[in-house]
């Protein structure tokens, strides 16, 4: 099982279906109030992928969105996260990729997209 995971800053209703729409198969994302945990299902070459979106994270104003299955439609969290960046046009948060569970978090920089493009930061 992969997974990807990107999160949104001031997620509005319904944007994620609305994006994920275009990407994935017979989507069932009932997103229209993301002030909970919502679950999902979508289909991406034939293979079931399972779509979570967890509100409330890192200080409240994201929302983590966790997709996860055998064939996903990105190869990493900042591919998904460009595309998500596209449709939303919103704040984007995703890990580069090189950390590890157990690794020191201290100094953790993460990928933000907005309108100011591409950089690498610390999540403060």
């Known amino acids: 099982m992969q997974d990807l995971e990107i999160y949104i800053r001031d997620l509005e209703p319904e944007a994620v279906s609305g994006w994920l729409k275009g990407q994935l198969d017979q989507l069932t994302l009932d997103d229209s109030d993301v002030s909970h945990v919502v679950k999902g299902i979508a289909y991406y070459r034939g293979e079931r992928l399972r779509i979570t979106l967890y509100p409330g994270a890192f200080g409240k104003r994201f929302t983590c969105l966790l997709l996860e299955g055998e064939v996903l439609p990105w190869n990493s969290d900042l591919d998904c996260a460009r595309s998500a960046w596209r449709s939303m ?36």
């Not at 995703?94 to 978090?105: R, Y």
């Open 89 to 124: 046009d919103t704040e984007i948060r995703c890990s580069p990729g090189d950390w590890k569970e157990g690794d020191p978090v201290e100094e953790e920089k993460w990928w933000r997209l907005d309108d100011r493009g591409e950089q690498k930061v610390v999540w403060n």
